[in-house]
């Protein structure tokens, strides 16, 4: 067994291996995609591309509705907007902060739930305590593209008059009872930011199935597009031409990014599964994913606390990294609803851990990474007293 970097082993890797790394087009094809955008010489403003890219999504996910949009975050303010929010969104704690600023830039005032520990995203249980007069919607999150309890919300929802809408950030392509995320609640929100399957170098799109709020969806975006007396307020949330472009090209290759992340995920899992105290967040059996992350619970029985693991593994090089800081303990936030305890998304926020995935990180690099965190374990006594946290 080799020694680990931290107690004076040589790295796993001469180079940092990231999360998040980017997936991207061919050469040849990116090339061919911008030559004949600079000859058309239409760069904004809802050229033939962002046609092309809200057709593709709408195609692919079945939905009546796709409207692409600059980023995510602004994705969720201008859903927010059209679907015609006030006061209170009720929103889980443990997500990426984004999803909770954005309520904040809507106007609106988030309340955070707890979360479920197997799937780490609300469920309809957790959601109603925290439902009050003030109450407009529930936004939840699909987090590592996990269905968020939509048949659950969907019910809860109706029960109380509310809308329903998705951060479906990390979600293209996954199903929940074989029906693709996107067709769920008033709207979903999709990103193609540059660290997420699906890379438009920055881009969003939103996607309903709901006539009415696919207008004012279009209104909302852009000064320049939809009937402007759709909505109270718009906003300059569209995506360019140069994004659309990179998004469809990323489209092109979902498949084959989808079949390597796969590939990716079930070598750690077989690779790391016997190891006590690291529990794999699996995705559902019999549902379609695109297994763009690969997440751990660390509990401090394998003989490291997640800290002292993460840390560990930076020493070789591998950048693992933890997620997320709770969003009610966060600055924006802080004060802003009833000041809760939120067990759950403490606890994953101390244990959880995600590895290096995507196009870019090859069979190769994931033994290196299994080698790794196996020699990291199998001294992790020498590693505590170490300290290396
Ligand atoms: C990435 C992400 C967002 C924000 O998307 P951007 O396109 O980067 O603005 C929102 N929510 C979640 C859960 C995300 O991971």
Not at 125 to 150: K, N, Q
Request: with cysteine; aromatic share 6%; hydrophobic share 45%.
């Amino acid at each position: 067994m080799r020694l680990p970097a931290c107690l004076g082993g040589a790295p796993a890797f001469s180079d940092p291996l990231h999360v998040g790394q980017i997936n991207l087009p061919t050469w040849s094809a990116f090339e061919a995609g911008f030559r004949a955008l600079f000859e058309r010489r239409f760069y904004a403003n809802h050229g033939p591309l962002e046609k092309e890219l809200d057709a593709r999504i709408a195609g692919i996910l079945g939905v009546r509705h796709a409207v692409s949009v600059a980023n995510g975050t602004v994705g969720l303010m201008v859903a927010a907007r059209a679907l015609g929010l006030t006061g209170e969104v009720v929103a889980p704690s443990f997500t990426f902060s984004g999803t909770g600023e954005a309520l904040i830039w809507a106007g609106l005032q988030p309340v955070f739930c707890d979360v479920d520990p197997q799937t780490h995203c609300l469920t309809a249980e957790l959601v109603e305590p925290a439902i009050s007069s003030r109450t407009s919607a529930i936004l939840g999150v699909h987090l590592w593209g996990r269905p968020c309890d939509p048949d659950g919300l969907e019910t809860l929802a109706r029960r109380y008059g509310l809308k329903l809408f998705f951060d479906g950030a990390h979600a293209i392509g996954c199903t929940h009872r074989g029906r693709l995320l996107g067709n769920f609640g008033d709207a979903e929100v999709i990103s193609f930011h540059a660290t997420k399957v699906v890379n438009g170098a920055e881009g969003g799109c939103i996607v309903t199935n709901d006539d009415d709020v696919a207008d004012r969806l279009r209104a909302c975006r852009s000064f320049h597009d939809g009937a402007p007396a759709a909505v109270d307020l718009r906003l300059n949330a569209k995506i360019s031409e140069a994004q659309a472009l990179m998004a469809l090209l990323s489209l092109s290759d979902l498949p084959a990014n989808v079949d390597a992340n796969r590939d990716r995920y079930k070598q750690y899992r077989d690779g790391l599964v016997g190891l006590t105290g690291i529990r794999f967040v699996d995705y559902a059996a019999g549902e379609a994913s695109n297994c763009q992350y690969v997440v751990v619970e660390v509990d401090p029985a394998c003989g490291l606390c997640r800290d002292e693991l993460m840390l560990a593994l930076h020493a070789e090089n591998i950048l693992a990294r933890d997620y997320f800081v709770p969003l009610h303990h966060m600055p924006p936030f802080q004060g802003n609803g009833p000041s809760v305890e939120l067990p759950v998304a403490d606890h994953l926020a101390r244990t959880l851990m995600q590895f290096p995935t995507g196009q870019a990180v090859g069979a190769a690099d994931v033994a290196g990474v299994i080698d790794a965190v196996r020699a990291i374990l199998a001294h992790a006594p020498a590693v505590a007293e170490k300290g290396v946290s």
